[in-house]
């Protein structure tokens, strides 16, 4: 295994889906399998950088006077809630075959099965502004939604 890239696993994830390199991201969790795919993000007191796993880094709000990583990154996110959130379904994918658990939720208890959902709602129902902007990926999302199906089929009974 890659020294590097075990040390340095949360900052290679981490620029993989800001990249939106599904490639690569495999890659993290194939040179490292030991490495915690659950790990959430935790914000930092006085609008210092969001952390995740000793990475450091800022979403859009910090714009005007850092380099941002993620658009909108909430407390106790975790990387397939970033994926999901960032209409990245190529990742998501990456991410479950990992291993990454898509009932943990964040601050707001959105869960990367929630956003599935939402987007699976989104891309089935007439032309909206949510679809339009998950429409490009939806080969993307066809093929996350038949890897987690019978987890969506659930949220679908309970919902």
């Not at 005007?64 to 990742?91: G, M, Y």
Request: hydrophobic share 45%.
């Amino acid at each position: 295994m890659n020294v590097v890239m075990n040390d340095r696993w949360a900052m290679e994830a981490l620029h993989a889906l800001q990249h939106r390199d599904p490639a690569r991201l495999k890659a993290v969790f194939q040179e490292n399998p030991d490495a915690p795919i659950n790990t959430v993000v935790l914000k930092r007191p006085g609008g210092a950088p969001f952390d995740f796993a000793g990475e450091g880094f800022f979403d859009g709000r910090a714009a005007a006077w850092a380099p941002t990583s993620f658009d909108v990154v909430k407390h106790e996110d975790t990387l397939v809630i970033l994926a999901l959130r960032q209409n990245d379904p190529a990742c998501a994918s990456v991410l479950v075959e990992a291993g990454a658990d898509l009932q943990l939720t964040n601050v707001d208890y959105e869960s990367g099965i929630s956003l599935a959902w939402g987007a699976y709602l989104s891309l089935a129902v007439a032309e909206t502004k949510a679809s339009s902007a998950l429409t490009p990926h939806k080969a993307a999302y066809d093929a996350l939604f038949t890897h987690i199906y019978p987890q969506l089929q659930y949220v679908q009974c309970v919902g």
